[in-house]
């Protein structure tokens, strides 16, 4: 069964800085795009950052975009996303996803990930 769990969400004050993994088990996805999306309530999910399947291609939305790092360790099966300078509009739901396999690059469209994470909350307070 193929699985992608995500950690590291949390509360923080405003300006703070939190890392989020994404452990994936049941297959590999070395050779997958991989990416991070967002729901805030009350909206709809967003794209923040994707990566290609070496990592050697890296993609940001806008808002994030210097203040936020995607990183992949192909060797452990893992996904991370170093968020810095936070904001309390970066409050939502984090989900990490995964293309399926020979997809090798990360888009900004969720419909093109087939695998998702269950998500976890980060929380950002002012």
């Known amino acids: 069964q193929v699985q992608l769990v995500e950690s590291g969400g949390g509360l923080v004050q405003a300006g703070g800085s939190l890392r989020l993994s994404c452990a994936a088990s049941?297959?590999?996805?070395?050779?997958?795009?991989m990416g991070w999306f967002r729901q805030a309530p009350g909206k709809e999910r967003e794209f923040v950052a994707a990566?290609?399947?070496?990592?050697?291609?890296?993609y940001y939305a806008d808002s994030v975009k210097g203040r936020f790092t995607i990183s992949r360790d192909n060797a452990k099966n893992t996904l991370s996303l170093q968020m810095n300078s936070l904001k309390p509009e970066d409050t939502a739901v984090y989900y990490c996803?995964?293309?399926?396999?020979?997809?090798?690059?990360?888009?900004?469209?969720?419909?093109?990930?087939?695998?998702w994470g269950q998500g976890t909350q980060v929380t950002v307070s002012s």
């Open positions: 990566i290609s399947w070496s990592g050697g291609s890296t």
């Open positions: 049941g297959r590999t996805f070395r050779s997958s795009g």
């Open positions: 996803a995964a293309r399926s396999s020979g997809n090798y690059y990360g888009t900004p469209d969720a419909d093109d990930y087939h695998y």
